[in-house]
């Protein structure tokens, strides 16, 4: 792979389980992937439970603020991470989707929150390893 590959992650608020995808890849992968995320209905600020759950484990999205999804974004991305996105993600041939199924942390403590963010960093290291195989990763 010559240029770097683009991962963008959406889901409806583009305030807890994208931005905690988007901050894991970020810190996993430094600038090796290029990271976007957005949503289909963005919130008004990122989850501070989500904001608590990821301060934890010394990553910081406070910065963040959601996005909406745009068809730019979509076609600038070589995957498509959707996470409960429905039908409101846009299709493009040639590009890869994967869909996330992760709890909701919308409303919920950060003590709900740790779990999701935990099942998030695993999905994340395996698509690292997988979008970069050459880079240590048998």
Same mark, same amino acid.
């Given at each position: 792979? /010559?240029?770097?590959?683009?991962? #963008?992650?959406? $889901?409806?608020?583009? +305030?807890?389980?994208?931005?905690?995808?988007?901050?894991? #890849?970020?810190?996993? @992968?430094?600038?090796?992937?290029?990271? %976007?995320? +957005?949503?289909?209905?963005?919130?008004?600020?990122?989850?501070? @439970?989500?904001?608590? *759950?990821?301060?934890?484990?010394?990553?910081?999205?406070?910065?963040? +603020?959601?996005?909406? =999804?745009?068809? !730019?974004?979509?076609? @600038?991305?070589?995957? $498509?991470? /959707?996470?409960? $996105?429905?039908? *409101?993600?846009?299709?493009?041939?040639?590009?890869?989707? =994967?869909?996330?199924? =992760?709890? !909701?942390?919308?409303?919920?403590?950060?003590?709900?929150? %740790?779990?999701? %963010? !935990?099942?998030?960093?695993? %999905?994340?290291? *395996? =698509?690292? +390893?997988?979008?970069?195989?050459?880079?240590?990763?048998?």
């Amino acid at each position: 792979m /010559t240029s770097k590959p683009s991962v #963008l992650f959406v $889901c409806v608020h583009n +305030a807890g389980r994208s931005q905690m995808a988007a901050g894991w #890849l970020t810190h996993l @992968a430094g600038d090796r992937i290029e990271v %976007r995320s +957005a949503g289909s209905a963005p919130a008004d600020e990122v989850n501070p @439970a989500a904001v608590e *759950a990821m301060r934890e484990v010394g990553i910081d999205i406070s910065a963040e +603020a959601p996005k909406i =999804l745009t068809v !730019d974004a979509v076609e @600038a991305s070589d995957v $498509c991470i /959707t996470m409960g $996105c429905g039908d *409101a993600c846009p299709v493009f041939p040639g590009k890869r989707y =994967l869909d996330w199924n =992760l709890d !909701d942390p919308a409303g919920q403590g950060v003590e709900a929150v %740790r779990p999701i %963010r !935990d099942e998030i960093k695993a %999905r994340v290291e *395996a =698509l690292i +390893a997988e979008l970069l195989p050459a880079e240590g990763h048998p």
